[in-house]
């Protein structure tokens, strides 16, 4: 074999195992990132990724910011995030979701409309992220922003979005409670958990007969649905209706044995007679 050509083959394997070995060896101290929140260890680490020019990539670059995000580092996720000449949907989804998660909402939103601004389509992943943003009855008027949003971009089919505009609304007082339920009502496809969420904001704002009804009309029901229903019924007070349910419970567990003790309990009397 001619000098040269053995040359190559050494030579060409062992770049090629010395490049992956590294950038493997940072993806493998990101995963693990947030299990050390040490904010030395993390500033090391960011440093390794600027020395092998890896700041800009998209996929480092969604990893750290996530890893920081769990680190509550915001700060620094966003200036990774800066780095970026021309991030993703997925890196700004990610962003959008460290911003939630360390209870920035503001900045959140700020996130979000720099996303729009700089002609990056929001995806499915985009609004249950910021929707999460959303809270209480001033934010009505944002998650009916948001929902317009949704239904122009074509996402008003996509059951994990549609959930999470339901939570939200549900969130809003007694009025988003409405919208909800509205909502509900003119869905085509709903699962399980659009039933419960649905459900579930009925009752927390004390509509309990219109709950039942839903319930009653339910396809099929999930120990979230059983423990919502029976918990709206002991809060109110209302324990003969909660016990009715109970019998019919199919698997009674120690969360329902112990909510109905508990509106016996508050109701004053601590008697329950299993049939």
Sequence with gaps: MP???????????IRAATLISTRGLLEEKLQILHKRANLNHIKQLYAQIIKQDLHNDLYIATKL?????????????????????????HLYNTLISACVQNSKNVHAFRVFFEMQKDGVFADNYTYPFILKACGGQNGLKVVQMIHTLIEKCGFLSVIPVINALIDSYSKCGVVGVIAAKKLFMVLGEKDIVTWNLTIYGLVESGELTEAQRLFDEMPERDRITWKTMLEGYAKAGEMNLAFELFEKIPARDVVSWSTMIWGYSKDGDGKIVVR
């Design 3 to 13: 000098p040269c050509t053995a040359k190559a083959r050494m030579y060409v394997p």
């Design 65 to 89: 910011v996530s890893s920081l995000s769990l680190c509550r580092q915001l700060g620094l996720a966003i200036k990774v995030f800066n780095y970026v000449q021309d991030p993703n949907v």
